[in-house]
Protein backbone atom coordinates (compact mmCIF):
# COMPACT_ATOMS: atom_id res chain seq x y z
CA UNK A 1 0.00 0.00 0.00
CA UNK A 2 3.30 2.29 1.14
CA UNK A 3 4.31 1.73 -2.79
CA UNK A 4 0.79 3.12 -4.09
CA UNK A 5 0.63 5.58 -2.20
CA UNK A 6 4.39 6.76 -3.23
CA UNK A 7 3.28 6.25 -7.02
CA UNK A 8 -0.24 8.38 -6.22
CA UNK A 9 2.34 11.24 -5.10
CA UNK A 10 4.99 10.67 -7.84
CA UNK A 11 1.93 10.67 -10.67
CA UNK A 12 0.85 14.24 -8.65
CA UNK A 13 4.01 15.37 -8.69
CA UNK A 14 5.38 14.73 -12.32
CA UNK A 15 1.85 15.95 -13.63
CA UNK A 16 2.12 19.27 -11.85
CA UNK A 17 5.21 19.78 -13.73
CA UNK A 18 3.49 19.29 -16.73
CA UNK A 19 0.06 21.29 -16.22
CA UNK A 20 0.92 23.54 -18.59
CA UNK A 21 0.41 21.49 -21.51
CA UNK A 22 -2.21 20.20 -19.92
CA UNK A 23 -4.33 22.87 -19.60
CA UNK A 24 -3.42 23.50 -22.95
CA UNK A 25 -4.71 20.75 -24.29
CA UNK A 26 -7.79 21.22 -22.53
CA UNK A 27 -8.56 24.70 -23.58
CA UNK A 28 -8.28 23.65 -26.99
CA UNK A 29 -10.77 20.81 -26.31
CA UNK A 30 -13.11 23.58 -24.45
CA UNK A 31 -12.66 25.76 -28.10
CA UNK A 32 -13.95 22.82 -29.67
CA UNK A 33 -16.71 22.10 -28.04
CA UNK A 34 -17.75 26.00 -28.94
CA UNK A 35 -17.21 25.06 -32.14
CA UNK A 36 -19.68 22.34 -31.94
CA UNK A 37 -22.36 24.90 -30.23
CA UNK A 38 -21.95 27.25 -32.12
CA UNK A 39 -22.11 25.30 -35.67
CA UNK A 40 -23.81 22.01 -35.34
CA UNK A 41 -26.58 23.45 -33.16
CA UNK A 42 -26.02 21.63 -29.99
CA UNK A 43 -26.40 22.15 -26.39
CA UNK A 44 -22.98 23.19 -24.52
CA UNK A 45 -23.66 20.32 -22.63
CA UNK A 46 -23.71 17.77 -25.73
CA UNK A 47 -20.91 19.96 -27.29
CA UNK A 48 -18.79 19.62 -24.18
CA UNK A 49 -20.01 15.94 -24.30
CA UNK A 50 -19.44 15.16 -27.90
CA UNK A 51 -16.11 16.86 -27.34
CA UNK A 52 -14.40 14.32 -25.08
CA UNK A 53 -16.23 10.96 -25.77
CA UNK A 54 -14.55 12.10 -29.05
CA UNK A 55 -11.15 13.39 -27.45
CA UNK A 56 -11.24 9.94 -25.86
CA UNK A 57 -11.57 7.98 -29.09
CA UNK A 58 -15.10 6.30 -27.52
CA UNK A 59 -17.00 7.44 -29.86
CA UNK A 60 -20.54 6.60 -29.10
CA UNK A 61 -21.96 7.87 -32.44
CA UNK A 62 -25.04 9.10 -30.71
CA UNK A 63 -24.30 12.74 -31.82
CA UNK A 64 -22.43 13.33 -34.61
CA UNK A 65 -21.10 16.27 -36.80
CA UNK A 66 -22.45 17.47 -39.77
CA UNK A 67 -20.93 20.30 -41.22
CA UNK A 68 -17.51 19.91 -43.17
CA UNK A 69 -16.40 22.48 -39.96
CA UNK A 70 -17.81 19.84 -37.29
CA UNK A 71 -16.48 16.93 -39.21
CA UNK A 72 -12.77 18.54 -39.21
CA UNK A 73 -13.10 19.88 -35.58
CA UNK A 74 -13.92 16.00 -34.97
CA UNK A 75 -10.55 14.67 -35.90
CA UNK A 76 -8.85 17.35 -34.47
CA UNK A 77 -10.11 16.45 -31.62
CA UNK A 78 -8.99 12.77 -32.21
CA UNK A 79 -5.70 14.15 -32.56
CA UNK A 80 -5.66 16.33 -29.28
CA UNK A 81 -6.96 13.11 -27.47
CA UNK A 82 -4.34 10.71 -28.53
CA UNK A 83 -1.63 13.65 -27.26
CA UNK A 84 -3.59 13.69 -23.90
CA UNK A 85 -3.89 10.03 -23.73
CA UNK A 86 -0.40 9.83 -24.20
CA UNK A 87 0.59 12.40 -22.10
CA UNK A 88 -1.03 10.65 -19.14
CA UNK A 89 0.31 7.02 -19.90
CA UNK A 90 3.74 8.39 -20.32
CA UNK A 91 3.33 10.26 -16.67
CA UNK A 92 1.77 7.01 -15.54
CA UNK A 93 4.93 5.40 -16.95
CA UNK A 94 7.40 7.74 -15.41
CA UNK A 95 6.11 7.49 -11.86
CA UNK A 96 6.09 3.95 -12.20
CA UNK A 97 9.11 3.91 -13.09
CA UNK A 98 10.94 6.22 -10.29
CA UNK A 99 8.33 4.73 -7.27
CA UNK A 100 10.52 1.06 -7.89
CA UNK A 101 13.90 3.08 -8.53
CA UNK A 102 12.82 4.38 -4.85
CA UNK A 103 11.68 1.42 -3.73
CA UNK A 104 14.93 -0.40 -4.56
CA UNK A 105 17.04 2.23 -2.98
CA UNK A 106 14.99 1.61 0.69
CA UNK A 107 15.09 -1.67 0.31
CA UNK A 108 19.13 -1.57 -0.46
CA UNK A 109 19.46 1.16 2.38
CA UNK A 110 17.41 -1.05 4.82
CA UNK A 111 19.94 -4.24 3.55
CA UNK A 112 23.04 -2.08 4.63
CA UNK A 113 21.70 -0.86 7.91
CA UNK A 114 20.68 -4.24 8.84
CA UNK A 115 24.23 -5.84 7.65
CA UNK A 116 25.79 -2.86 9.75
CA UNK A 117 24.13 -3.62 12.54
CA UNK A 118 24.72 -6.95 12.60
CA UNK A 119 28.66 -6.58 12.71
CA UNK A 120 28.07 -4.09 15.54
CA UNK A 121 25.97 -6.69 17.52
CA UNK A 122 28.76 -9.06 16.67
CA UNK A 123 31.85 -7.37 17.58
CA UNK A 124 30.36 -6.40 21.06
CA UNK A 125 30.28 -10.06 21.37
Known sequence: MEEFI??????????????GITLVLLLILFAASFIF????????????????????TVGYGDFTPASPL??????????????????????????????LRQTEEMQRSHKKRTTKKKRIDEKTK
Open 6 to 19: RFIKNFCSIFWLTR
Open 37 to 56: YFFENLSLGNAIYLTFITGL
Open 70 to 99: GKITSVFIGFVGMIFIGLIVAIATFAIKFT
